[in-house]
T-cell receptor
Framework: GQQVMQIPQYQHVQEGEDFTTYCNSSTTLSNIQWYKQRPGGHPVFLIQLVKSGEVKKQKRLTFQFGEAKKNSSLHITATQTTDVGTYFCAGLTGGGNKLTFGTGTQLKVEL | DAGVIQSPRHEVTEMGQEVTLRCKPISGHNSLFWYRQTMMRGLELLIYFNNNVPIDDSGMPEDRFSAKMPNASFSTLKIQPSEPRDSAVYFC????????????FGQGTRLTVV
């Protein structure tokens, strides 16, 4: 079945440093979504990418969808303690209905 | 809207007992997902429904797990008999049709089987 892998699994950074997580799918995706889960919380939607090669920005966060629509990345510039959490990519297949989550990257930010 | 509502929030049960988790999706959403989250396996998709019909249950671990969606406003995930390895946080999520169609998650049910 479809697999969505993310690297790294964990990342510790000092506040102010940049952070990047990479997402790779075993199959071509219709769209890709990104979610953030705070410790003890539930996943919360951040953004959706649809087009091949698409790049979107939300303040310090930059999201990119690969040309082949099989990979994606999330880059955070100048991390803050509020960025702590686990970041998941989620691939949409099955005509855009089946939402499969990646393995996640847990980010810790130290002062 | 109160969002996706799951109950109970916490469940502790003995091995061999039946467990039923409940979910009320957001009104008007036509897709519903059940996920299981553990440290070892991450966020696994168990089953999803479109318009109350199960579309893909390939993630359901084994016959001990079953899910139903009798109407657009209610779904259940049942485990019978439960085993310690079923201990996890179970999330329900719903999505509207069309548009960006983000998934909205409930608060989750933390299940502990002892």
């Amino acid at each position: 079945g479809q697999q969505v892998m993310q690297i790294p699994q964990y990342q510790h950074v000092q506040e102010g440093e940049d952070f990047t997580t990479y997402c790779n799918s075993s199959t071509t995706l219709s769209n890709i979504q990104w979610y953030k889960q705070r410790p003890g919380g539930h996943p919360v939607f951040l953004i959706q990418l649809v087009k091949s090669g698409e790049v979107k920005k939300q303040k310090r966060l930059t999201f990119q969808f690969g040309e082949a629509k099989k990979n994606s990345s999330l880059h955070i510039t100048a991390t803050q303690t509020t960025d702590v959490g686990t970041y998941f990519c989620a691939g949409l297949t099955g005509g855009g209905n089946k939402l499969t989550f990646g393995t996640g990257t847990q980010l810790k930010v130290e002062l | 809207d109160a969002g996706v509502i799951q109950s109970p929030r916490h469940e502790v049960t003995e091995m061999g007992q039946e467990v039923t988790l409940r979910c009320k999706p957001i009104s008007g959403h036509n897709s519903l997902f059940w996920y299981r989250q553990t440290m070892m396996r991450g966020l696994e998709l168990l089953i999803y429904f479109n318009n109350n019909v199960p579309i893909d249950d390939s993630g359901m671990p084994e016959d001990r797990f079953s899910a139903k969606m009798p109407n657009a406003s209610f779904s259940t995930l049942k485990i019978q008999p439960s085993e310690p390895r079923d201990s996890a946080v179970y999330f329900c999520a719903s999505r509207p049709k069309g548009g960006v169609a983000e998934a909205f998650f409930g608060q989750g049910t933390r299940l502990t089987v002892v």
